[in-house]
Structures are given as structure tokens and as C-alpha cells.
């Protein structure tokens, strides 16, 4: 055992330097695209304020310092070894909570295939019902996984392949089912493979996926439910065990992050930001709109770009 966790120690280690290499050889800033689609290198100097996005599946890596985030009304926090693994759209804020200049925080977002990742899934051999993870109140579609040493090594063989990007097509579709592997045979097992199935439930998925295309319209739940062939009150149950929060705080949510993206890159006032997804009263949109980024619109606004301008 102590054997095993000095080699991950080490893993984690190696892993550190050289993600500090590229980045210091790096003239852009963060996040680093690199030459592999979907694998996209972190780093930060310093801890940040939250940010808000709509958060696509993906597997979130920790190598050195720690990051959180929230989805309705869990919050989730991911340090050094360990992977935050989303498996459907939400609406969600995040910040990395640990970074110095001589410790800064370091890591990686991969784009998660979940065509493969269902694959493997149904390719595992049944867990005994011992293992299994008790019932939680946690969205079904997110979760936290330590990271084996043998997905740590897959990591560190994904960065050397940076370095002869010719491989890449060759052989990187090979050791990312790999990683996928060692994930969905690691520890927090159980709860991976909750959040896979939350991601194979079809009839939900198309429900959400209304939302996000008629967001700026209002939608009842009980059209929703009809989408999803399920009675209003199962909907209404799974949409929350699955995302974390109702099927309206969602729609509120992705109507305030699409105005927010308004304001911010077409200059558009609060007026029409608000008008264009889809609320009929300034001062709801106004009000509502503190209440999920913490300020009135115009002066979140306002500081976003002084912060975007500071960082020139």
C-alpha cells in the first residue's frame, strides 16, 4: 500500500513539472489548447473569483492545487488527484480555491465522449450490490473520482505525445479509452457509473435538450414531462435527482447566463439582454439576476470588464 501511493505521489509529481513546462513555453494564456481535440491544459497563479457557465460533459482533472464547483445546490471540490466527472448539461459556478505563483494550480478539462464512455460501461463486469453506493441527495449527474496511478500514467503519456504531435491521431484514441477504463475501474466506481447511466436516460436528456433550444421561451413542465414520456410529478423528481435543481431554476439559470453573455459581447443593455431571453419585467430580470451572480446587472457588467481590461 505504501508502495503504491509513493508511485502516485511520484505520478502526480511528474505530472506537475510538466504541465509547468508547457505552460511556461507557452505564449498564450490560460486555458492552453493543445495539438490533441478536447484536451485542453489549466493553469492559475492565484485563486479566482466564481465563474458561470453552462457545463458541458467533461472530466475535469486536478494535478496540483484544488478547484470547486456547484450545481443547484451541491457544492463539489476537486484537489490534486482527483477528477470532477460531468455527464450532462448544467448550469453550474466554479473557481479554483487553491494556487500560488509557486504552487499554482494546474490541471486539465477533457471533452467527455460519452458514446465511449457508455461503451465501456456496458462492457464492466457487474458490481457486487455491496459496493454499491448508498442513496444520496447529490446530482445523479455529477461526481468526484480519485485518480489511479494507471490513469495518472495515461495522463503523462498523453503530454509526452505533445511533444510529436504526429502521433496523435495514431494513437491517442487508444490511450483515452484507457484513461476511461481506469476511471470507471478505480475508486468512487459506484457513484461513475450512477453518473453514466444518469446520462443514458434518453427521455431526459431531450427534455433538457428543449430547454437549452427554447430557453428564451417559457416551457411548462408538464410539456416537458409529455417529451420525456413521464407522468409531471416523476419528471420533475429525476430531472432534480439528475441536474441537482428543478426543471425552472434550470430554464432560470440558462436565461441568465445567455443575457450575461449579451451585456458582455454585443455591449447590450439591461433592457434588451433581458427582453431577449424572454422576461417581460426589467426589475425580475434585475433582481433575479443578483441573485445568481451576486450584483445588479449593470454593475457586474461593468466589473467584468474592468477585470478584462486590468488583465491587458
Given at each position: 500500500m505504501a508502495g503504491a501511493k509513493s508511485r502516485r505521489a511520484k505520478c502526480l509529481g511528474d505530472l506537475a513539472q510538466a504541465l509547468r513546462r508547457y505552460t511556461d513555453s507557452c505564449a498564450t494564456t490560460n486555458p492552453y489548447l493543445t495539438a490533441i481535440d478536447g484536451f485542453v491544459i489549466l493553469r492559475s497563479d492565484q485563486p479566482k473569483l466564481p465563474s458561470y457557465r453552462l457545463f458541458r460533459p467533461a472530466l475535469c482533472i486536478a494535478i496540483q492545487g484544488s478547484k470547486w464547483a456547484t450545481f443547484g445546490d451541491r457544492r463539489y471540490e476537486y484537489k490534486a488527484g482527483q477528477a470532477m466527472v460531468v455527464t450532462v448539461e448544467m448550469p453550474s459556478r466554479g473557481a479554483v480555491s487553491k494556487a500560488s505563483p509557486g504552487e499554482p494550480f494546474l490541471g486539465f478539462v477533457l471533452i467527455l465522449d460519452l458514446a465511449v464512455l457508455h461503451e465501456l460501461a456496458e462492457q464492466m463486469p457487474s458490481q457486487p450490490q455491496s459496493q454499491m453506493p448508498a442513496p444520496s441527495t447529490s446530482p445523479a449527474g455529477v461526481c468526484v473520482v480519485d485518480l489511479s496511478e494507471e490513469a495518472l500514467d495515461c495522463l503523462c503519456r498523453a503530454m509526452r505525445m505533445l511533444e510529436t504531435p504526429a502521433v496523435i491521431p495514431l494513437l491517442y484514441p487508444g490511450l483515452y479509452r484507457e484513461l476511461l477504463y481506469w476511471l470507471l475501474m478505480g475508486f468512487g466506481r459506484g457513484q461513475l457509473l450512477q453518473a453514466v447511466t444518469a446520462?443514458?436516460?434518453?427521455?431526459?436528456?431531450?427534455?433538457?435538450?428543449?430547454?437549452?433550444?427554447?430557453?428564451?421561451?417559457?416551457?411548462?413542465?408538464?410539456?416537458?414531462?409529455?417529451?420525456?414520456?413521464?407522468?409531471?410529478?416523476?419528471?420533475?423528481?429525476?430531472?432534480?435527482?439528475?441536474?441537482?435543481?428543478?426543471?425552472?431554476?434550470?430554464?432560470?439559470?440558462?436565461?441568465?447566463?445567455?443575457?450575461?453573455?449579451?451585456?458582455?459581447s454585443s455591449g447590450s443593455n439591461v433592457e434588451t439582454a433581458a427582453t431577449e431571453v424572454g422576461y417581460e419585467s426589467a426589475s425580475q430580470f434585475s433582481h433575479e439576476y443578483a441573485r445568481i451572480f451576486g450584483r445588479p446587472p449593470r454593475r457586474d457588467i461593468r466589473a467584468l470588464a474592468e477585470l478584462v481590461a486590468e488583465s491587458f
Open positions: 446520462s443514458r436516460e434518453n427521455r431526459l436528456i431531450a427534455a433538457i435538450h428543449e430547454l437549452k433550444t427554447r430557453f428564451a421561451e417559457p416551457v411548462r413542465v408538464d410539456e416537458l414531462a409529455a417529451i420525456a414520456r413521464m407522468s409531471s410529478a416523476t419528471f420533475h423528481r429525476q430531472f432534480k435527482a439528475t441536474t441537482g435543481m428543478s426543471p425552472l431554476h434550470y430554464q432560470k439559470e440558462l436565461h441568465l447566463l445567455e443575457a450575461r453573455r449579451l451585456m458582455l
